[in-house]
């Protein structure tokens, strides 16, 4: 077990094949977070603690896990901090509010709030913060203002997350008839799941981005951080990606 201090927030540690058979524990372990993986996380920060003087986190960790072909896997420990927790339980609370406004003040249809819940998502994600997106105003400007939001509508969302557990927690939950395109990434340890409209509706492509927060984060919605994503990081699965993580 080789340990390695990357910050003051993340540890890395390297398994290798012949330590993973002797503990007697497999990628899946640390996917499923069973008892035995648990017991090798406590170890393993026991130890961070002992030889790269590493502080536990207080709060919660984030585990990404790298598989390592013919030698063995990297298991990356990140701390949350309560601000950290703070902001992306903000931002959900920000889209259930909208989305009582949108339904109770205005009684907007569902694929219109939908739709607006994304460009608000999307809007966090090109990092200019949750500014609300603008809404008819009578329902003469209803023709301009459809064609405005045809325009408007993001085209794919990008979204990160922590462990390939929370990743196929949130595939098993979409419906199995969803018809969007997913392929799925891996970068410095991170997993991160492009997401497409495809041929499904746009109501239920805005509901299921919405339905990622509750188990990752919005990435990017832009080309330049898709571009740096293919450039940099490993496509692991091309096509399908949520049929294929379902569980």
């Given amino acids: 077990m080789k340990i390695e201090r990357v910050d003051e927030k993340t540890v890395k540690c390297f398994l ?27 170890e393993i920060m026991a130890q961070a603690v002992e030889e790269v003087d590493y502080k536990p986190p207080q709060f919660a960790f984030d585990l990404q896990i790298m598989i390592l072909p013919d030698q063995g896997m990297i298991l990356t420990f990140t701390e949350r901090t309560p601000e950290d927790l703070k902001n992306s339980t903000n931002l959900m609370n920000y889209l259930r509010e909208m989305r009582r406004i949108l339904k109770e003040k205005l009684g907007l249809d569902g694929s219109t709030i939908a739709g607006l819940l994304a460009q608000a998502m999307m809007t966090a994600a090109a990092g200019q913060g949750a500014a609300e997106p603008a809404l008819p105003e009578s329902q003469e400007s209803a023709e301009t203002s459809d064609k405005k939001e ?35 990434y891996q970068e410095s340890g991170t997993y991160y799941l ?20 509750e188990f990752g984060e919005l990435y990017a919605a832009t080309e330049d951080k898709l571009v740096y994503l293919e450039e940099h990081g490993e496509c692991l699965i091309g096509e399908k990606a949520l049929t294929r993580l379902r569980l």
């Fill in 194 to 213: 492009y997401l497409e409209r495809g041929s499904a509706s746009y109501e239920r492509y805005s509901r299921a981005s919405i339905q990622a927060l």
């Fill in 150 to 184: 045809a325009i408007q509508k993001p085209r794919f969302a990008i979204f990160r997350f922590a462990n390939m557990r929370s990743l196929c927690s949130y595939a098993s939950v979409l419906p199995k008839n969803l018809r969007v395109i997913s392929r799925l």
């Fill in 16 to 42: 290798s094949n012949e330590e993973l058979e002797e503990y007697d524990i497999s990628y899946k372990d640390f996917v499923m977070r069973s008892d035995r993986a648990r017991e090798i996380v406590e």
